[in-house]
Protein backbone atom coordinates (compact mmCIF):
# COMPACT_ATOMS: atom_id res chain seq x y z
CA UNK A 1 0.00 0.00 0.00
CA UNK A 2 1.47 3.41 -0.68
CA UNK A 3 1.53 5.90 1.67
CA UNK A 4 -0.93 8.18 0.86
CA UNK A 5 -3.74 4.80 0.11
CA UNK A 6 -2.26 4.46 3.80
CA UNK A 7 -3.43 7.59 4.77
CA UNK A 8 -6.91 6.92 3.24
CA UNK A 9 -7.51 4.27 5.53
CA UNK A 10 -6.57 6.12 8.75
CA UNK A 11 -8.50 9.36 7.35
CA UNK A 12 -9.82 10.02 11.16
CA UNK A 13 -5.91 10.27 12.02
CA UNK A 14 -5.06 12.17 8.40
CA UNK A 15 -7.48 15.02 9.65
CA UNK A 16 -6.11 14.89 12.98
CA UNK A 17 -2.04 15.07 11.02
CA UNK A 18 -4.17 17.72 8.25
CA UNK A 19 -5.42 19.89 11.49
CA UNK A 20 -1.77 20.26 12.56
CA UNK A 21 -0.46 21.50 9.39
CA UNK A 22 1.61 18.06 9.22
CA UNK A 23 -0.74 16.69 6.07
CA UNK A 24 -2.04 18.37 3.22
CA UNK A 25 -6.14 16.46 3.38
CA UNK A 26 -6.92 17.60 0.25
CA UNK A 27 -4.30 15.47 -1.49
CA UNK A 28 -5.27 12.70 -0.08
CA UNK A 29 -8.85 13.31 -0.93
CA UNK A 30 -7.69 13.52 -4.70
CA UNK A 31 -5.61 10.60 -4.36
CA UNK A 32 -8.57 8.62 -2.89
CA UNK A 33 -11.11 9.44 -5.84
CA UNK A 34 -8.30 8.91 -8.65
CA UNK A 35 -7.34 5.45 -7.29
CA UNK A 36 -11.05 4.63 -7.00
CA UNK A 37 -12.36 6.20 -9.94
CA UNK A 38 -15.06 7.90 -8.09
CA UNK A 39 -16.65 11.23 -8.17
CA UNK A 40 -16.67 14.20 -5.45
CA UNK A 41 -19.73 13.43 -4.34
CA UNK A 42 -19.38 9.45 -4.28
CA UNK A 43 -16.47 10.11 -2.01
CA UNK A 44 -18.05 12.32 0.11
CA UNK A 45 -20.72 9.63 0.69
CA UNK A 46 -18.21 7.43 1.21
CA UNK A 47 -16.30 9.22 3.86
CA UNK A 48 -19.60 9.62 5.59
CA UNK A 49 -20.90 6.46 5.88
CA UNK A 50 -17.23 5.74 7.01
CA UNK A 51 -17.62 8.06 9.65
CA UNK A 52 -20.81 6.42 11.23
CA UNK A 53 -19.54 3.11 10.90
CA UNK A 54 -16.21 4.27 13.18
CA UNK A 55 -19.09 6.07 15.87
CA UNK A 56 -20.43 2.86 16.19
CA UNK A 57 -17.58 1.00 16.72
CA UNK A 58 -16.09 3.22 19.10
CA UNK A 59 -19.45 2.93 21.40
CA UNK A 60 -17.38 -0.28 22.65
CA UNK A 61 -14.21 -1.27 24.42
CA UNK A 62 -12.09 -3.67 22.02
CA UNK A 63 -9.38 -6.18 23.09
CA UNK A 64 -6.50 -7.23 20.77
CA UNK A 65 -5.67 -10.70 20.62
CA UNK A 66 -2.21 -11.22 19.09
CA UNK A 67 -2.45 -14.93 19.19
CA UNK A 68 1.25 -16.32 18.76
CA UNK A 69 3.22 -12.65 18.71
CA UNK A 70 1.25 -11.59 21.78
CA UNK A 71 4.92 -11.78 23.75
CA UNK A 72 6.49 -9.25 21.18
CA UNK A 73 3.82 -6.28 22.28
CA UNK A 74 5.21 -4.36 25.29
CA UNK A 75 2.78 -4.38 28.60
CA UNK A 76 1.60 -1.01 29.20
CA UNK A 77 2.27 0.93 32.40
CA UNK A 78 -0.11 0.09 35.05
CA UNK A 79 -2.22 3.54 35.82
Not at 28 to 35: D, E, G, Q, S, Y
Not at 36 to 48: G, V
Not at 49 to 55: D, G, L, Q, T
Request: net charge positive; hydrophobic share 40%; aromatic share 8%.
Amino acid sequence: MCALCHLVTHLGMSSVLAAKGELDFKKVIVHFIKVNKLSKKECEEHIEEAEIIWKNRSKFKWKMDYGQWASLIPEKPAG
